[in-house]
């Protein structure tokens, strides 16, 4: 069976760390949140709007209908399930320095939670001046060094730390000690996973508890790399005109697309795809229906779909995910 084009409502994300900056951006109606941090568009208890599955989550329709929505290979990978997840985050504050689990160790110590582990990507929408990234350590250090950096709250000066500006791409695969810290708005694509393992929170305090946050020491510990972490920036890779390779790993690529691009294209039957506008304006053309696509929206084009036409405006760049072969 063939699958139309299906869009969903976005899950709000309040944190201690949000801001007004990503509300703004979306052009939400007000009342606006006063902390939104993250905007998850697509991922499998995101309600469909519009179109004959209004009002089913992307994971029942994954469930019902398997590889015409998801695709062969990943039903080969994961069964009747939504693997990915890509959302907008706004850290007016910095983020804790967190790590989280491979697959092995979410399989085997995490099978309780269903989830896999987690591994994503980040591409730069906007940083204030000076802003800059946590990405894994200067140098390998012992674990007692480290659990002694984390007690006396200098284990800052084990992290190394990297500018970013609009348009990077960093790769932050599991295992590798991060943040993301102030000034900072990007795009997140990562396996369905919430398993994250706090390390250091400067001693803020829950704004509901007043308590101390959780920090998950034993368990991060178990799986990070005391060690430098990988090269955080991806060069992206030009595939033709108009489209970039930005990252591709086992469990999902990320491409950017811009003016100049095809615009007459047919799904892969064995991944859906979904497409994420960033700037400018696009239109997505599939049978006799157009869905007109505005700065911040998403589509997920099931794997069944088939052939679709997707202009782009002049200014637009939009990126396109999904699952690699």
Known sequence: MTLPPLRTIPRLVEPLWGGQRLAAWLDLAPPRPERLGESWLVYDENVVVGGPYAGQRLGQLAATYGAALVGTRTVARYGADFPLLAKFIDAAERLSIQVHPDDDYAHNLEAHTGFHGKTEAWYILDALPGAHITYGLVRACSRAEFLAAVANGSVEQLMAHVPVQAGDV?????????????????????????????????????????????????????????????????????????????????????????????????????????????????????????????RGDAVVLPASLGRYRLPLGPEAVMLRAFVPG
């Open 170 to 294: 960093i790769f932050v695969p599991a295992g590798v000690l991060h943040a993301i810290n102030a000034g900072i708005m990007l795009f997140e694509i990562q396996q369905k996973s919430d398993l994250t393992y706090r390390v250091y929170d400067y001693g803020r305090r829950d704004r509901r508890t007043g308590q101390l946050r959780e920090l998950h020491l034993e368990q991060a510990l178990a799986v990070s790399r005391l060690s430098p972490g990988p090269q955080a920036k991806v060069a992206p890779v030009a595939l033709g005109p108009g489209r970039d390779l930005l990252v591709r790993c086992p469990y999902f690529a990320l491409e950017r697309w811009t003016a100049g691009a095809p615009t007459e294209l047919t799904t892969d039957a064995g991944s859906f795809e979904i497409w994420t506008l960033l700037a400018g304006y696009a239109e997505l053309h599939w049978a006799d229906q157009t869905f007109p696509l505005g």
